[in-house]
């Protein structure tokens, strides 16, 4: 079973050491969903409708591309 990473830098999210881990790309993802919402209130509050809708994609596309180390695969 492959582990999964992502990390706010990799979204897009700077100045942020946060990493969501797990073998469920489901309760990775949600897991950092959650932790945008809680620490980066702030963040989301300053962005439109459309830019939270994209930043939630990449979370979702950074999984889905990821092997699991944390690095997007080379094209």
Known sequence: MKIRLVKCGDIGIANCNYMAI?????DVEKNMLEHIE??????????TDDEIHQL???VSTFL????????LPKP
Do not use: I, T, V
Request: glycine share 16%.
């Open 22 to 26: 797990g073998n469920n790309l489901d």
């Open 38 to 47: 809680k620490e980066h209130k702030d963040l989301l509050e300053s962005m």
């Open 56 to 58: 939630k994609h990449r």
């Open 64 to 71: 889905g591309r990821s092997c699991g180390c944390g690095h």
